[in-house]
Each structure stands twice: as C-alpha cells, then as structure tokens.
C-alpha cells in the first residue's frame, strides 16, 4: 500500500461531530505507516492537546514517531504580523506618522475576519514547508461556516487584488508621465514598493489555491453524525467547496449506534438508519466511512490508535 | 580672487537658469501636465480607498491583509482621509480639471 493518497487532508463539519478525533486517527494512521505527518488544529477551541494527549501550542511539536501536532493560536499569530508591520513601518516613515495612524492598525486588527486572515497565512506557511521534513499535512479546521469562509479567500481575494494591482499601475504611470517634470513625483513611480508586496500576496494566493484545487494535493472530508442538520449542513458545505474548485474527498459518518446498543436506543437507531440511507443517497459516488459510536470519548494516543485501526479499512 | 569671480559667475547663471525654467515650465508645461498631474492624484486616491477603505467605514473583506502596505503610504494616508472627507462635490471636482479659457 501506498504510505499516503495526498500531501494535504482536511478534516471539516459541524462542531461536536468528531473532526479532531478523525483528523488525529487520520494522522497517526499515516504516521504508522512511517509517513512524516503533521496534524495542524484550527479551531479556535483547541482539543487536540486532550485528544493526542500531549501538550501543543502555537509551535511545531513532536507527539510520537512520525507525528508533529500544532495548534495554530489566531491571535499570537495576528500579533506577530501587526507587530512585523510596526517594525517595517518605524524604518520608513518617521515616529510622529506612525503615532497618528496607530488607531487605523487597532482597527484592522480587531476587523472581522483578521483571525481567519491569520490562520489562513499560517496555513499556506505550513504547506509550504511540504517535504521537509513533513510528506503529509493533516489539517483540522474550525467549524463549517468558518472554514468555508477561509478556504474560498483565495479565490475571492484573487481577483480583488488583481484589480487593485491594475489600478496602482495605472496611477504610477500617470505619475511617471507629469514626474519629467517633477522629481518629487517621479519618485512615486520607480521601484514602486507597493506593486511589489501586492504582487508577493497574490502569488501567495495563487498557491495556495493551486495546492486546494488539485484533488492530487488535497481533499476535504466531511465529519457528520446520522442526524438531520448535519446532513443539510454537510450538503450546502459540499456544494460550496465544490463551486470554489476544492476537491472533496468523502465523509466521515461518526457515531453510528450499533444495533447491540440496546432497547433504549431502538427509536434512534431506526431513525439512524433512515438517516443513513439519505447520506448515501445524497452523498452517492463518494467515499464513505463509517464509525461506530464508542464507549467513552477518545483519550490519549492508544485510543486515537484504534481509531486509526477502523479507518484503515478504508483508505481515505 | 579669479575662482571667487568665477563661482559668482556660475551662482548668477544658475539664478537665471532657474528663472528662464520656471517661466518656460508655468506658461507651456505646467497648466498641459495639471490635468495629468490631477488624474494621478485621483487615481492614487481610488487605490488608497480600495485598500484602506474601512479606515472611513466601508467594510473591506482583508484590511488585515491591506495592512501589510500601510507603511509605505502611511505619508499619504493623513492627507488622503482629509481630503476624502472634506469633499463637497465630485462634479465640481471633475470639472476643475477642464480649462475652459
């Protein structure tokens, strides 16, 4: 058998389904299969440290043989990057300037979607790192509006940066055309620093959305529960990651009662099956797993372990 | 006492340059490159708008992205959300531009 099917696998679904359960199961199966792996958690509440039973933070840490974990921590993460800017900034312009436009840097800091915006940088930083030493990524993102909104960025901001790229050009050439006669205008129009970093950024995007779009170099899957809304939550998500392009590899159907569970469970298990039946009718043609509804939650490696064991049987 | 001569020399002939390249500029050039020169200045208004729009509050989906550009206009930024504030009206504006003499 292969040691893995793609470079880059994300977990996603509504929250209490079992994704970082599945992403973690996901992640140690490679890992014993001896491929390199990375497990990234995105969502803004960690459970991976309780699930793998190792302690992770907002760095590269090992767990065992083969396996790093980090939590990715949106704010520190925020904090850096307004902080880098600050730096950048004292070494252009001088401190009186940077004092005057200190409350427009708080406002895009506390703007909804920073903390994506973050996360989402983050990501494309930890793709890059592909091959050394890590062979496979495993990401487990954030509940499902959340994540959606961070995947289809790419696309969006694309075509907005291309615009806004077009419109700076434009006005550095009428610079350039009245800076003949104008030095201090001309030098507006040389070495544009702004091109430049809006050029760096879309690149980044175009990576980023070449990784995502390559059903060869990533795939989603769907973590959900034989319940109603998850189903109709899981059918809209699919249809969304599907019009950006993303590749969605199949679903994770978690807890599934299992018929020896008892006289209590028998309307439930009924419902179940009827449940069943419509993801497989409405998600046909995909990959399906099925995972039985466990004794207790799953704690530490050797649980996560045998987990890794039941996915196994089908190759994700 | 020759070189002192000869720097006097070059210093009035620069005063004369300079006053000759004026002239030239303000009666030919400068009223020709106005509109150019104002074009230029829209433009970077509309660039400026485009990436720090939420700073006059119009929602933009990256600010936090934008962000990383703001030191190099951060000059320009005070004088931009004066100006774009304090416009009256943009017909006026537009038709500044035209020399209808």
């Given at each position: 058998m292969e040691k893995m099917n793609r470079p880059f696998t994300f977990f996603g679904g509504k929250g209490g389904t079992g994704k970082t359960t599945c992403s973690a199961a996901y992640a140690a199966m490679l890992a014993r299969r001896g491929c390199k792996t990375l497990l990234v958690s995105t969502d803004p509440a960690h459970s991976l440290s309780d699930i793998v039973g190792a302690a992770l933070d907002n760095t590269v840490r090992p767990i065992r043989e083969n396996l790093w974990g980090i939590e990715i921590d949106a704010a520190e993460e925020a904090r850096r990057y307004i902080g880098e800017i600050q730096d950048k900034m004292l070494a252009i312009v001088s401190p009186v300037i940077v004092d005057e436009i200190k409350q427009q840097m708080e406002i895009a800091y506390t703007s909804p979607g920073s903390e994506e915006a973050a996360i989402f940088d983050k990501f494309v930083e930890l793709m890059d790192?592909?091959?050394?030493?890590?062979?496979a990524v495993v990401f487990d993102t954030a509940p499902t509006g959340h994540t959606l909104r961070l995947l289809s960025l790419p696309k969006i901001l694309g075509a907005w940066i291309e615009n806004l790229i077009a419109k700076r050009r434009k006005s550095v050439a009428l610079f350039e055309m009245v800076g003949k006669f104008d030095k201090d205008l001309m030098k507006r129009a040389v070495n544009d620093p702004v091109i430049e970093s809006l050029t760096r950024r879309q690149q980044r995007f175009e990576r980023s959305r070449a990784y995502l779009t390559n059903p060869e170099a990533s795939a989603f899957f769907f973590v959900l529960n034989a319940e109603r809304m998850p189903i109709l939550e899981t059918a809209r998500a699919v249809e969304l990651l599907e019009k950006f392009g993303i590749s969605v590899g199949g679903l994770v159907v978690n807890r599934i009662i299992p018929p020896e569970a008892g006289d209590f469970f028998a309307d439930r298990l009924a419902a179940q099956e009827e449940y069943l039946q419509e993801i497989e009718r409405r998600f046909g043609g995909r990959k399906i797993l099925r995972l039985p509804l466990l004794r207790s939650d799953v704690r530490g490696m050797e649980q996560v372990g045998a987990v890794a064991d039941l996915m196994e049987s089908l190759s994700l | 006492m020759h070189e002192r001569w000869t720097g006097k020399l070059k210093k009035a002939w620069g005063a004369v340059w300079e006053f000759v390249w004026l002239f030239v500029f303000g009666t030919f050039l400068d009223k020709r490159t106005a509109a150019i020169r104002k074009e230029a200045w829209d433009m970077n208004d509309n660039v400026m708008l485009l990436l720090f729009g939420d700073y006059l509050g119009l929602p933009n989906p990256v600010s936090y992205y934008t962000l990383e550009i703001l030191p190099y206009l951060a000059e320009d930024m005070l004088p931009w959300q004066r100006r774009i504030m304090n416009r009256q009206s943009v017909v006026a504006e537009k038709a500044a531009q035209y020399d209808f003499t």
């Open positions: 790192t592909l091959g050394n030493p890590y062979e | -």
